[in-house]
């Protein structure tokens, strides 16, 4: 909860937004401020009580949102993906996410051609 700043991945505007910093991604773009909220945060204003499905496909940004929700109660039915490991220490922080999700509970039951795209269930 609170704000981050989202910048251009490339010197190309048309691209899209990160909130990875110049030490994550060496791209000297400049960024805005952007409000964000937690998942729990955001159930929490809607009233929604479950998440039957989450996607994220939110450059870069997957690994703290994984690790804050795993730190939460919330627990998606299915957990759909999209990693992002061609920044510093992208790999290594794909293999923690994979690793923690696991350890929650969350067992994976595809993954994409592009092996970038990964499907996980909770089970019940």
């Known amino acids: 909860d609170g704000s981050v700043q989202i910048r251009s991945q490339s010197i190309d505007k048309d691209t899209?937004?990160?909130?990875l910093g110049r030490d994550e991604l060496d791209v000297a773009t400049e960024g805005e401020s952007i409000q964000v909220k937690r998942l729990g945060t955001l159930m929490r204003e809607l009233?929604?009580?479950?998440?039957?499905?989450?996607?994220?496909?939110?450059?870069?940004?997957e690994f703290g949102v994984i690790d804050d929700l795993l730190a939460s109660a919330v627990r998606p039915k299915q957990l759909l993906v999209e990693f992002h490991r061609y920044f510093?220490?992208?790999?290594?922080?794909?293999?923690?996410?994979?690793?923690?999700?696991?350890?929650?509970?969350?067992?994976?039951f595809d993954i994409s051609p592009r092996d970038m795209e990964f499907g996980f269930l909770w089970p019940e």
């Open 16 to 19: 899209s937004g990160t909130i």
């Open 47 to 61: 009233g929604v009580d479950r998440i039957d499905l989450l996607k994220m496909d939110i450059e870069g940004a």
């Open 88 to 108: 510093t220490s992208g790999a290594q922080k794909e293999r923690q996410a994979f690793a923690a999700l696991r350890k929650a509970g969350y067992q994976l």
